[in-house]
């Protein structure tokens, strides 16, 4: 299976000089505006319905669009902030340009929100974090950045290692896809963070709920897009400058991105970006966190090529990070835990560096992708991806080996290795009637994994196979979409040996993923949608056959090789409502999943050669997912807005009639915002914005089921003050924000490192951002 992925690469690679001169050469072009006063406006999103092709402008408000047949086309330009404006355009000519003049809104609601917003409707439930609003996340991890978005919290080891949960679920139920590529390394770990450079995208999108028909087993919780800006055709060299620094931890993030197009190739065009970050340990309240830095390096190049209907894309990146480990959180002795637990403070406390020392992770991600696309002038879309991932973990324990000479050569007691090749083949037809869409698919994936050191899951090799379709009817009331999908996986699972002999395990594993969605416009403000849908999930390599401390998390971590697979059974239901100064957003869901899995936590700690560590065994119950989530935004003034989302989600083992453990308790946010659209000063904006979360104390909980009982509810108080500096036609955006202002000592339940400490202080965050 590997030998035929890597000649499917190299085959990818050949068919990009196959492609020949077609008859559909015409270019669109032109500048968009701001109709008051003439200035050129980036970012804005052009979009031509009939083709599906999407661009945005570069920093000067320029765009371009290459490879159009001769035709009518309808030219959307939106923006956030803007008035939409439409228009019809008429290509008769190779070359026609064509300016828009965008109006300012009156209002600037959708500024300071969160939106939920795609140019194609869509029946499923999605969250859009784009913009402004993204730019407030500059700097942090992913998954603190996706923590912006209602109904999605965060699962934390310590301060610095953080995954997505979506309505109450994470790790291998949360698919997250790297600008289309499924993002595959040890994902299954409780702090295995997601390996992505947030900087790279332009736009993360949130869908939330099954989408096991669009992107296969895994995604019975949600998806996670991480989506980059389409690359520009343009020849101007222009790229985005951001500096980033934290008060706690002493951190820095420093990012660039370069890109630009060739005068002698049109229809070429590049981009570079990378980013460096550095920080030392983290301080709470009262003491600083021992061990506590992160160094990392990341950068990526993609190139883009179009002429006639080929459309040719080729992506690579690198991610690169070193992680402390808290050092408290590994303890000698059961009776040193135990105190640990009962008194509240950490076994280690330390003053401030940026040394990272044992324990600590060593991470390396590294991705290549290439996707050629064909569109026939009436027979719809042809699309090939091909790509490969490699991801590399190594886990390093507080203690060395006792014997010097080992000692001397530093290895990491956990060593993963994992190398993911795939394949996906889609076709999307041209509408029928001009109200059913759809497509049809099929995806291959191979995955070789090797452990090396001391063994926590054994070596695998991995098929997946699936194929998919899924329609869609329009009209201007309604929206129907149904699928259907089949997977298939295969294993082999080397055992650990037994008296020197090796053993192999062989497993199999199939199902079929549906769906269907309605939705229900009622005028230009107001829509409403159901999803229904099955999704299921194979039961991943460590939950079958871990056992040993996971270092990273300092767990002792058991699996069971007789799990079964997971099948769940999803019903969503959104509302939205939109006017000039009201947005509303309510969604309920249930999600019933038959053999859920879980780490459940055992009664006693478990004491190794390596130390004393909570005790944890994967197993699986019967259980329901259920809970809301409310946001709303309303424009009290011209320049007031007043902002609340709220997050609930309750789960039940159905057969024992009990809680289950690492469930978010319930989440309110409110804040209130000042902004002003021409303040003066040479400013071009100004804004204040302050506000409050408030996480309640998890009470649902079995009896006596976890090593100390969760921590209390807390409040924590913010504040943000941000403007837009116009120099020389471009502009550059400082924010200061603070975060826990009255530095309030506090832990938070889906913590894994709180049963040692606290949680970081106050910090103070100053953002930096000039496009060129």
């Known amino acids: 299976m590997e030998f035929m992925m890597r000649w499917l690469l190299i085959g990818g690679l050949l068919l990009t000089g196959s492609v020949r001169a077609q008859n559909c050469n015409c270019v669109l072009k032109g500048e968009v505006n701001e109709h008051q006063t003439g200035k050129p406006v980036a970012g804005a999103v052009l979009f031509l319905p009939e083709i599906n092709r999407t661009t945005l402008t570069d920093g000067s408000g320029k765009y371009v669009l290459r490879g159009l047949c001769q035709g009518k086309y309808t030219l959307i330009c939106k923006l956030i902030g803007y008035q939409s404006d439409t228009l019809s355009v008429n290509l008769i000519h190779e070359e026609v340009e064509q300016n828009l003049h965008l109006e300012e809104e009156d209002i600037h ?63 291998n139920r949360v698919l997250i896809l790297n600008n289309g590529i499924r993002q595959e390394g040890q994902q299954w770990g409780s702090e295995h963070a997601p390996e992505i450079d947030p900087f790279v995208a332009k736009q993360l999108t949130v869908v939330k ?42 951190q820095g993030v420093a990012s660039l991105q370069v890109e630009g197009g060739l005068k002698a190739l049109p229809g070429l065009g590049w981009r570079v970006q990378g980013t460096l970050k550095r920080g030392g340990n983290i301080r709470t309240p009262h003491y600083f966190l021992d061990n506590t830095g992160i160094a990392e390096g990341n950068y990526s190049l993609a190139v883009g090529y179009r002429h006639g209907n080929w459309n040719l894309e080729g992506f690579a990146s690198h991610f690169d990070t070193k992680l402390g480990i808290f050092s408290g959180s590994h303890i000698g002795s059961v009776s040193d835990l135990e105190n640990v637990l009962k008194n509240g403070e950490p076994f280690v406390k330390s003053g401030f560096s940026y040394a990272i020392g044992r324990p600590y992770q060593q991470v390396s991600h590294s991705l290549e992708k290439l996707k050629i696309s064909y569109s026939p002038s009436e027979k719809g879309l042809w699309s090939l991806t091909l790509a490969r991932q490699r991801n590399k973990r190594a886990e390093y324990d507080l203690h060395r080996p006792r014997n010097d000479s080992l000692a001397a050569l530093n290895r990491p007691e956990l060593n993963f290795e994992i190398s993911t090749y795939t394949g996906d083949l889609v076709y999307e037809h041209r509408p029928i009637a001009q109200r059913i869409t759809g497509s049809a698919g099929l995806s291959l994936q191979y995955q070789r994994n090797l452990v090396y050191g001391r063994p926590l899951i054994p070596n695998f090799r991995q098929g997946t196979a699936g194929l998919f379709w899924l329609e869609k009817y329009s009209s201007e009331q309604w929206d129907l979409e149904a699928g259907v999908r089949y997977d298939f996986r295969y294993q082999r699972v080397t055992l650990f040996p037994r008296r020197g ?4 395990k062989y497993m199999r594993f199939g199902n079929v993923s549906g769906s269907l969605g309605l939705v229900r416009r009622f005028g230009k403000a107001w ?6 849908g099955v999704a299921w999930r194979p039961p991943s390599i460590n939950e079958l056959y871990s056992a040993g401390v996971h270092h990273g998390a300092a767990a002792y971590e058991e699996g069971d090789a007789n799990l079964q697979p997971e099948t769940a059974f999803n019903l969503d239901w959104t509302t939205q409502y939109s006017s000039k100064r009201l947005t509303a957003e309510v969604s309920f869901y249930r999600n019933y999943i038959h053999n859920f899995i879980y780490l459940q936590p055992q009664a006693t700690p478990i004491l190794t050669i390596r130390g004393a560590f909570p005790y944890f065994k994967y197993t699986q119950v019967d259980a329901l997912f259920q809970g809301i989530d409310l946001s709303f935004s309303y424009l009290i003034t011209n320049h007031l807005t007043i902002q609340s989302k709220y997050a609930m989600v309750r789960v039940m083992d159905v057969k024992n009639d009990v809680r289950l453990v690492q469930i978010p308790p319930d989440r309110l946010e409110n804040s209130l915002r000042y902004a002003w659209t021409k303040p003066g000063w040479r400013l071009d904006k100004l804004y204040l914005q302050a506000g409050h979360s408030y ?16 921590p209390a509810a807390y409040w924590l108080w913010n504040a943000a003050l941000g403007t837009s500096i116009p120099l020389h036609k471009k502009n550059l955006d400082v924010s200061l924000s603070v975060q826990n202002i009255f530095n309030t000592a506090y832990r938070d339940y889906l913590d894994r490192f709180r049963y040692y400490a606290d949680e970081q ?12």
């Open 695 to 710: 996480v309640a104390k998890q009470i649902r909980v079995p009896p006596n089921s976890d090593f100390a009982p969760p």
């Open 501 to 504: 002999v090796r053993e192999y």
């Open 109 to 171: 609601l959708q500024n300071v929100t969160v939106t939920a917003h795609k140019l194609e409707n869509s029946t499923l439930n999605r969250s859009v974090l784009s913009g402004e609003a993204l730019d407030q996340t500059r700097g942090q991890s992913l998954a603190d950045a996706l923590k912006n978005v209602t109904g999605v919290s965060t699962l934390q080891t310590g301060s610095s290692i953080g995954k997505p949960i979506i309505h109450g679920m994470h790790s």
């Open 761 to 772: 202080g106050i910090n103070i965050s100053l953002r930096t951002k000039f496009n060129f």
């Open 209 to 250: 709920g099954a989408a096991g028909v669009r992107y296969g087993p895994e995604a019975i919780a949600g998806v996670v897009l991480v989506e980059p800006a389409p690359i520009s055709q343009h020849t101007d060299i222009q790229g985005e400058a951001n500096l980033v620094g934290f008060s706690n931890g002493r």
């Open 527 to 532: 829509n409403t949608r159901l999803n229904a």
